[in-house]
């Protein structure tokens, strides 16, 4: 079965930096999600994109977050100066247009020390 | 999107059917009810949905009343690999050039037990 690919699976940074996680989405999905989930709580959503333009954004996607498809291949979230409260896994979603599934990856652990 | 309610936790003994229940009672006309699991933080999984007929599939089945203000996934044969978090999300559908997000409560943990 097809697969969402992320990566890498764990990335540790220091406070402050730039990270940027990646996702290569299913083939021919076209509607793409970040989510995260920090440590025992629930899966929060960040943001859906479509069309290299982002369609919906929850409140803790803020300024330091972005996302693009720079290669129409990868689809990355930025995180610009992370802060400790950014520690958490990051899944990305991908959706074929009607199939009303969206399919995640495995995730990425990011730990911001 | 309508809110959720399923119990915090449930048990089933190996090779029995786990019956999951949630109440979706302000569920709106267009929107469906979705069910994910979550086994041990890997990423969610998606399992079944419907809009107001019973669906069957490889994983599992969907029974939602009549008036849609509830539903219950049943997994038939419930094996010890299907202790997870079970999620009941109700979602709009209609894409334009928007994907509608799925919006995760707290879910059901179910225990699988030998």
């Known amino acids: 079965e097809p697969e969402v690919t992320q990566t890498p699976s764990h990335q540790v940074t220091q406070m402050g930096q730039e990270v940027i996680l990646r996702c290569v989405p299913i083939?021919?999905?076209?509607?793409f999600y970040w989510y995260r989930q920090i440590l025992g709580q629930k899966v929060e959503f960040l943001v859906s994109?479509?069309?290299?333009?982002?369609?919906?954004k929850s409140e803790i996607f803020d300024d330091q977050f972005s996302v693009e498809r720079p290669d129409g291949s990868n689809f990355t979230l930025k995180i610009r100066s992370t802060k400790l409260e950014d520690s958490a896994m990051y899944f990305c979603?991908?959706?074929?247009?009607?199939?009303?599934?969206?399919?995640f990856g495995s995730g990425t652990q990011l730990s911001v020390l | 999107d309508a809110k959720t309610t399923q119990p915090t936790s449930m048990d089933c003994a190996e090779g029995r059917a786990a019956n999951l229940p949630c109440n979706h009672s302000?569920?709106?006309?267009?929107?469906?009810v979705y069910w994910y699991r979550q086994i041990h933080s890997q990423g969610p999984q998606y399992i079944i949905h419907?809009?107001?007929n019973n669906e069957t599939n490889e994983m599992a089945s969907l029974i939602i009343t009549e008036d849609r203000k509830s539903s219950t996934l049943i997994l038939p044969h419930a094996t010890l690999r299907d202790t997870a978090v079970y999620y009941c999300?109700?979602?709009?559908?209609?894409?334009?050039?928007?994907?509608?997000?799925?919006?995760f409560g707290k879910g059901t943990s179910l225990l699988v037990t030998p």
């Open positions: 979603a991908t959706e074929e247009q009607g199939s009303e599934k969206l399919f």
């Open positions: 083939s021919n999905h076209l509607y």
């Open positions: 994109f479509y069309n290299n333009e982002i369609s919906e």
């Open positions: 302000t569920i709106s006309g267009n929107e469906y």
């Open positions: 419907g809009l107001k």
């Open positions: 999300i109700v979602r709009a559908q209609g894409f334009s050039n928007s994907g509608y997000a799925l919006n």
